[in-house]
């Protein structure tokens, strides 16, 4: 599956357009993390938590909101 409306969802901050491809069984084993990634670099903190609920995993995101110098993201995952 081509994961690129996920991606491009995240990268826009667009919450009902995710939730929707997420219920319709977008394959986040597959493209989640690179949505989730889109989200902290683009500083989308509400898809970020949408994300997280699924069950996307965080791992090395910190490195990612600290390497665009994003302080509110970098908090934000902290907190999680």
Not at 13 to 26: D, N, V, Y
Not at 28 to 36: H, N, Q, R, S, Y
Not at 52 to 77: D, H, W, Y
Request: hydrophobic share 50%; proline share 4%; net charge positive.
């Amino acid at each position: 599956e081509n994961g690129e409306p996920l991606i491009r969802a995240a990268r826009a901050g667009r919450e009902s357009t995710l939730k929707l491809l997420i219920s319709l069984g977008a394959r986040l084993d597959k493209c989640g993390t690179a949505a989730l990634r889109a989200a902290v670099t683009d500083n989308h903190p509400s898809i970020v938590l949408i994300l997280v609920e699924a069950r996307v995993p965080l791992s090395k995101m910190l490195s990612v909101a600290t390497s665009v110098g994003n302080t509110v993201m970098m908090e934000l995952l902290l907190r999680l």
